[in-house]
């Protein structure tokens, strides 16, 4: 069992993809991880006086759904690639990274799947970075698949690099 980060972005599309070759076969746990209310009031204090508090419920719920729906995606996805794959939409509890390994420590996966936004230099340390925080803290292999743009800029440039040495 393996557990894959799953967020709809062609990164994420990306790192299902890349694994099936990987794990075909295997069974995985497609996460979308979504984040309460009450946990975005706490982190951005300006957020709740957008919205009034009895409309929380209804903001999670929307929430809950959307990551569903996300997460089946992702799961559906892998399978079209192989792999037998559920979707599961996760609350945030700490932080991202606490998120998915406190639910591959549920999943008893072997693994964590997840891709990487290609950010650099600056924009990593503004952002953070969910893959390295992983690396960092998990107990199990961690398998990052790189941005297909990051990619293919690394390729380019090791083809010029090539093409000048010659």
């Known amino acids: 069992m393996i557990l894959i980060a799953y967020d709809g972005s062609?990164?994420?599309k990306?790192?299902?993809?890349?694994?099936?070759?990987?794990?075909?076969?295997?069974?995985?746990?497609v996460v979308t991880v979504w984040e309460p209310y009450v946990h975005l009031v706490t982190r951005y204090p300006a957020t709740s006086t957008l919205v009034a508090a009895e409309d929380s419920e209804d903001i999670d719920a929307a929430s809950r759904a959307d990551a569903e729906r996300t997460a089946e995606e992702g799961a559906a996805l892998a399978r079209a690639h192989g792999?037998?794959?559920?979707?599961?939409?996760v609350a945030r509890q700490d932080s991202m990274v606490d998120t998915l390994l406190a639910e591959a420590d549920r999943a008893d996966a072997g693994a964590i799947v997840v891709g990487s936004r290609g950010l650099?230099?600056?924009?990593?340390?503004?952002?953070g970075s969910v893959s390295h925080a992983l690396l960092q803290h998990a107990d199990r292999p961690v398998v990052i698949v790189p941005s297909p743009k990051v990619a293919r800029k690394r390729n380019e440039h090791r083809r010029t690099s090539r093409d000048e040495a010659a």
């Not at 890349?18 to 746990?29: D, E, F, P, R, T």
């Not at 792999?83 to 939409?89: H, I, L």
């Not at 650099?120 to 952002?127: A, V």
């Open 14 to 29: 990306a790192a299902v993809e890349h694994v099936a070759k990987l794990v075909s076969g295997q069974s995985a746990i």
């Open 10 to 12: 062609d990164d994420a």
């Open 120 to 127: 650099g230099g600056f924009g990593s340390i503004l952002m």
């Open 83 to 89: 792999v037998d794959a559920a979707g599961r939409a």
